[in-house]
């Protein structure tokens, strides 16, 4: 059981706009922000949002993040067969003298 | 160019000691703090601790009691040491750099990554 909460699975056609999202609570998300990371099938994750919703160089626009209270989201817009991935969002928990948390995943799959 | 590199036994038994080994190049340890992350067949990420070249460390509250990361900046590695082992504890282990853009923990990001180590755990 992850402490942050992600739907196990998305999907969408190419070209489409996909969200997927990411539950916590006060004790994380509410108060620190939020990273997302994208993990290609057999590949170690990849950063792909970092402060809520910052690309690093070379992730494309496509890919944008929010924040709101305790919630943030990861969109895609321009859907590409190569999206398909397991997404995870990660965020700071001070509870227990700290540690970071991850959400369960997001499986993301491209019709 | 930054590059992480995990190294250890790929079969471990149960109620044995766990030791891990990321050699990092491109960039010295002796800057950023460096992480172990961990995926259990078909699951999701887990965060293990980090290590600063200084020696200090922060652990996962449910890993912490069987969990040691060090760091030997003369080599320019970083270590993980995860003792009385269960098959629960069967997965890939990353090893990561934390960029920290802010004055704690909470302002980072995992930039980096190994390619990922499996360890199963059986007798």
């Known amino acids: 059981q992850s402490v942050l909460t992600q739907p196990p699975s998305a999907s969408g056609t190419p070209g489409q706009r996909v969200t997927i999202s990411c539950s916590g609570s006060?004790?994380?998300?509410?108060?620190?922000?939020v990273n997302w990371y994208q993990q290609l099938p057999g590949t170690a994750p990849k950063l792909l949002i970092y402060?809520?919703?910052q690309r690093p160089s070379g992730v494309p626009d496509r890919f944008s993040g929010s924040k709101s209270g305790t919630s943030a989201s990861l969109a895609i817009s321009g859907l590409q067969s190569e999206d398909e991935a397991d997404y995870y969002c990660?965020?700071?928990?001070?509870?227990?003298?700290?540690?970071?948390?991850f959400g369960g995943g997001t499986k993301l799959t491209v019709l | 160019q930054v590059q992480l590199q995990e190294s250890g036994p790929g079969l471990v038994k149960p109620s044995e000691t766990l030791s891990l080994t990321c050699t990092v190049s491109?960039?010295?340890?002796?800057?950023?703090?460096w992480n172990w992350i961990r995926q259990s067949p078909g699951k999701g990420l887990e965060w293990i601790g980090s290590?600063?070249?200084?020696?200090?460390?922060k652990y996962n509250p449910s890993l912490k009691s069987r969990v040691t990361i060090s760091a030997d900046t003369s080599i320019n590695q970083f270590s993980l040491r995860l003792s009385s082992l269960t098959a629960a504890d069967t997965a890939v282990y990353y090893c990561?750099?934390?960029?920290?853009?802010?004055?704690?923990?909470?302002?980072?990001?995992?930039?980096?990554w190994g390619q990922g180590s499996l360890v199963t755990v059986s007798s």
């Open positions: 402060t809520n919703n």
């Open positions: 990660a965020a700071w928990d001070d509870s227990l003298n700290g540690h970071w948390v």
């Open positions: 290590v600063f070249y200084t020696g200090s460390t």
């Open positions: 990561a750099r934390d960029y920290r853009y802010g004055y704690d923990e909470s302002m980072s990001y995992f930039d980096y």
């Open positions: 491109g960039t010295s340890i002796s800057s950023h703090y």
């Open positions: 006060s004790s994380n998300i509410g108060t620190y922000t």
